[in-house]
């Protein structure tokens, strides 16, 4: 993403960077949520059998990782776009 020009294109910029960051938090709120209900499920019926909420939490939680790099890191230089961009222009 480009460093806005304008205040209309910082204000886009920033309305989509909190909305990037509310999803996040409903995302959060979702995997914490049915991941306590598998684990409530487990305990109820095999409190001390095998525990097979892991595999869900595992696998829900990389796609959490993902969508966290997402929103939080950091946007590229300015040096490594001109490098892209270069890169694509004598390809």
Known sequence: ???PTSESDLRQAAVMQ????RGFQAHVLAYLMVNLLFVTIWFVTTPH???WPVFPMFGWGIGLVFNAWDVYAPAP???RIRREMNRMSHE
């Open 1 to 3: 993403m480009s460093t």
């Open 49 to 51: 059998g095998f525990f």
């Open 18 to 21: 909190l909305r990037k960051k």
């Open 77 to 79: 230089s300015e040096d």
